[in-house]
């Protein structure tokens, strides 16, 4: 029989981490599970895609090492103020892979200062449940598995990887293509509703398939988003069928 999953209220009684509770209470108010990726290269086209995105998001997940003309007081203070004016958290997708005392480093200092700002960092957990002790002013989200061909991630990584996802204070919830338990958050990226995948290796899912099969609780859209001719449009269109195909799937 399947497992029934849990609604975000249901987790909500049952998370402990601080951002963790945060993403979900703005899911309820907002009805909405989406985060956008904005993986565009300059300051003013995140700035215009966040404007444009933010009434629909839970989330907008960065690369802010691909931002060409990055600038703490150009490109983070303002992003900060869309953040709190539409209420939706930064997510730095940096995927940390490296012992601790390197992504410690990696983290708090160099040109991003990513430690000043971001709510939510992804990490790869391969260097062990040490590694993610540096994390102390964003949740993590830890990498599980990947959505692109060929993905090394197999069973036995995931299993091992899901010990320290379900014991780590830190961690937040993970990004997978594969259900997990139903006391950690599942963000899913590779969802698209008009490819199924493109020549580097990326493979997408519908949101349906994602909420009903996977039992997600969030999706990570890019270029379904910042790609289409109108990014508000289409976000709001991401957000209206991925808040039912979580309905659906309760
Ligand atoms: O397994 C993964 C994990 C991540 S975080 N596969 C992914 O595609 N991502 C990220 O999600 C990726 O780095 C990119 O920023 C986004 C997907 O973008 P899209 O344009 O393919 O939707």
Redesign the pocket.
């Known amino acids: 029989k399947e497992e029934k999953r849990l609604s975000y209220e249901q987790k909500l009684s049952k998370c402990d981490h601080s951002v963790g509770k945060k993403l979900l209470e703005i899911a309820v108010e907002k009805q909405s599970n989406l985060i956008a990726?904005a993986?565009v290269t300059t300051t003013k086209e995140l700035l215009e895609l966040a404007e444009k995105v933010g009434p629909h998001i839970v989330a907008l997940?960065t690369?802010i090492d691909i931002i060409s003309d990055f600038d703490s007081d150009k490109t983070i203070l303002p992003l900060k103020d869309l953040a709190t004016k539409y209420n939706f958290l930064l997510m730095e997708?940096r995927?940390f892979g490296d012992i601790g005392n390197t992504q410690e480093l990696q983290y708090r200092g160099g040109t991003y200062k990513i430690s000043h700002w971001a709510d939510l960092v992804?990490s790869h957990v391969i260097a062990g449940y040490q590694s993610l002790d540096c994390f102390m002013n964003s949740g993590v989200i830890a990498?599980l598995?990947?959505?692109?061909k060929g993905?090394l991630t197999d069973n036995n990584y995931r299993t091992e990887a899901l010990k320290i996802v379900e014991t780590h204070p830190n961690i937040v919830g993970c990004?997978a293509?594969n259900k997990v338990p139903e006391n950690v958050l599942l963000f899913t990226?590779?969802?698209?509703l008009a490819d199924k995948g493109?020549a580097k290796g990326?493979q997408?899912n519908t949101p349906e398939h994602v909420f009903k099969n996977l039992h997600t609780d969030f999706v990570?859209?890019?270029?379904?988003i910042y790609k289409s001719d109108d990014a508000e449009k289409s976000a709001k269109l991401y957000k209206l069928e991925s808040w039912n195909a979580y309905l659906k799937s309760l």
């Open positions: 990726s993986d997940k690369h997708d995927k992804t990498i598995s990947m959505s692109s993905a990004v293509q990226p590779g969802v698209n493109d990326q997408y990570i859209v890019g270029r379904g």
